[in-house]
């Protein structure tokens, strides 16, 4: 499976971005993972493909929305009340087989990944 990931770009604190990752084949799970210059790559949104069941980690949760089309083979996060600290560099992760639910957190857990889309929030 290949991911193509796109919609990053430069917006002023409060703002929103909507960020979209296509799936070349079928998946059971999307993730979205955000790394910042010299930090560690970190969680932050991930949905099943079947239930459409939602993960946001703390620091997002309220603010952004991860939802997918399943017609389309897309998984959108909507990032919304944008702020500094939000800026990185944004994957796309896909499971292609069936992952347990504390997977779905874990970058090393995943099977493909997007060639990452950068978002730049200004204050």
């Known amino acids: 499976v290949q991911l193509q990931a796109s919609g990053g770009g430069f917006m002023q604190a409060g703002g929103s971005l909507r960020l979209s990752c296509v799936a070349s084949?079928?998946?059971?799970?999307m993730g979205w993972f955000r790394q910042a210059p010299g930090k560690e790559r970190e969680f932050v949104s991930a949905?099943?493909?079947?239930?459409?069941?939602?993960y946001y980690s703390d620091s997002v949760k309220g603010r952004f929305i991860i939802s997918r089309d399943n017609a389309k083979n897309t998984v959108y996060l909507q990032l919304n009340s944008l702020r500094p600290e939000d800026t990185a560099v944004y994957y796309c992760?896909?499971?292609?087989?069936?992952?347990?639910?504390?997977?779905?957190?874990?970058?090393?857990?995943?099977?493909?990944w997007g060639q990452g889309t950068l978002v730049t929030v200004s204050s």
């Open positions: 084949g079928h998946i059971f799970a």
């Open positions: 992760g896909a499971h292609v087989t069936p992952a347990p639910d504390f997977g779905l957190r874990q970058p090393l857990a995943y099977d493909a």
């Open positions: 949905i099943t493909w079947s239930s459409g069941a939602t």
